[in-house]
């Protein structure tokens, strides 16, 4: 799906080493990166954002055949995570729980436009692209890393995502 075309698309721009040539880190300054340490940070900024730019979207509304993908499974993770490491998560929660080809999962940096995010957060949090997409989902999946390990449960949009969680556990599925 999705997932795999992106990480076709960032692995076609690696050499035989996996290294990222010509991509560098804009927060510390790395001069190389590598895919199997390629953060959804890195991700935005190397093809994301100069995807979106030119038609001023979503990743979601360049990459999806339908006039709204519906969303089936919201996520909840950190962008410092590998992306690799994130695309694997997915893929094995849809084979552990037998889920139909086609799948949808809601993430936020392929969702939300990064160039009007403030359109897509707005002042209530609980009126926010997050907090739709919660509510539209039918379960989350909450990816939790090594690098924390865990830090989903520092992070505060993580950490509101769990709350809305909470408070509306009848309706929703554990991942």
């Given at each position: 799906?999705?997932?795999?075309?992106?990480?076709?698309?960032?692995?076609?721009?690696?050499?035989?080493?996996?290294?990222?040539?010509?991509?560098?880190?804009?927060?510390?300054?790395?001069?190389?990166?590598?895919?199997?340490?390629?953060?959804?940070?890195?991700?935005?900024?190397?093809?994301?954002?100069?995807?979106?730019?030119?038609?001023?979207?979503?990743?979601?509304?360049?990459?999806?055949?339908?006039?709204?993908?519906?969303?089936?499974?919201?996520?909840?993770?950190?962008?410092?995570?590998?992306?690799?490491?994130?695309?694997?998560?997915?893929?094995?929660?849809?084979?552990?729980?037998?889920?139909?080809?086609?799948?949808?999962?809601?993430?936020?940096?392929?969702?939300?436009?990064?160039?009007?995010l403030g359109k897509d957060l707005g002042k209530d949090p609980l009126k926010s692209?997050?907090?739709?997409?919660?509510?539209?989902?039918?379960?989350?999946l909450l990816i939790l890393d090594e690098v924390g390990p865990a830090t989903p449960?520092?992070?505060?949009?993580?950490?509101?995502?769990?709350?809305?969680?909470?408070?509306?556990?009848?309706s929703r599925q554990a991942a």
């Amino acid at each position: 799906g999705q997932l795999k075309n992106l990480e076709a698309f960032f692995m076609s721009h690696a050499d035989s080493a996996g290294v990222l040539t010509g991509w560098w880190d804009r927060f510390s300054r790395t001069p190389e990166m590598h895919i199997n340490t390629l953060t959804l940070y890195q991700l935005v900024d190397w093809v994301i954002n100069p995807a979106t730019a030119p038609y001023h979207c979503s990743l979601v509304e360049l990459m999806t055949t339908e006039p709204k993908q519906p969303t089936s499974w919201f996520t909840s993770h950190w962008w410092g995570e590998p992306v690799r490491d994130f695309i694997a998560c997915v893929e094995n929660h849809t084979r552990v729980r037998s889920l139909p080809d086609g799948s949808t999962y809601w993430v936020c940096a392929y969702a939300n436009n990064q160039h009007e995010l403030g359109k897509d957060l707005g002042k209530d949090p609980l009126k926010s692209s997050f907090a739709r997409a919660l509510a539209m989902a039918c379960g989350v999946l909450l990816i939790l890393d090594e690098v924390g390990p865990a830090t989903p449960f520092t992070r505060v949009w993580c950490c509101f995502e769990e709350a809305v969680i909470v408070l509306n556990l009848g309706s929703r599925q554990a991942a």
